[in-house]
């Protein structure tokens, strides 16, 4: 079974910056994408940046030039460097892999649980 856990979420004021990181676990072999997602309260879950295997990245226009995405590969990580945060950038982010390929199965995708980033004075 896979499992993506996300670690980073906090308190910041605006301004400030905040890392994310992501880690799967799982008898991984491959992981296709890898990315990041968001909710904030009353709102769709959106795009916030995914990065594939060979290092193509894509980002949300709300985030571009503000946050960084990168992954490693062989650790089954993914990161994700937010500078410049806005109240407006206030959700639950969440982790998700694409295309998962374990020593087992194969999955389509797996979603992390979640972290809470609050941006406020």
């Known amino acids: 079974q896979v499992q993506l856990v996300e670690s980073g979420g906090g308190l910041v004021q605006p301004g400030g910056s905040l890392r994310l990181s992501c880690a799967a676990s799982?008898?991984?072999?491959?992981?296709?994408?890898m990315g990041w997602y968001r909710q904030a309260p009353g709102k769709e879950r959106e795009l916030v940046a995914v990065?594939?295997?060979?290092?193509?990245?894509n980002y949300a226009d709300s985030v571009k030039g503000r946050f960084t995405i990168s992954r490693d590969s062989a650790k089954g990580t993914v990161n994700l460097q937010m500078n410049s945060l806005r109240p407006e950038d206030a959700a639950t982010y969440y982790c998700?892999?694409?295309?998962?390929?374990?020593?087992?199965?194969?999955?389509?995708?797996?979603w992390g649980q979640g972290t809470l980033v609050t941006v406020s004075l």
């Open positions: 799982g008898s991984i072999i491959s992981i296709d994408v």
């Open positions: 998700k892999a694409v295309g998962v390929t374990t020593t087992s199965s194969r999955y389509l995708e797996v």
């Open positions: 990065i594939n295997s060979g290092g193509w990245k």
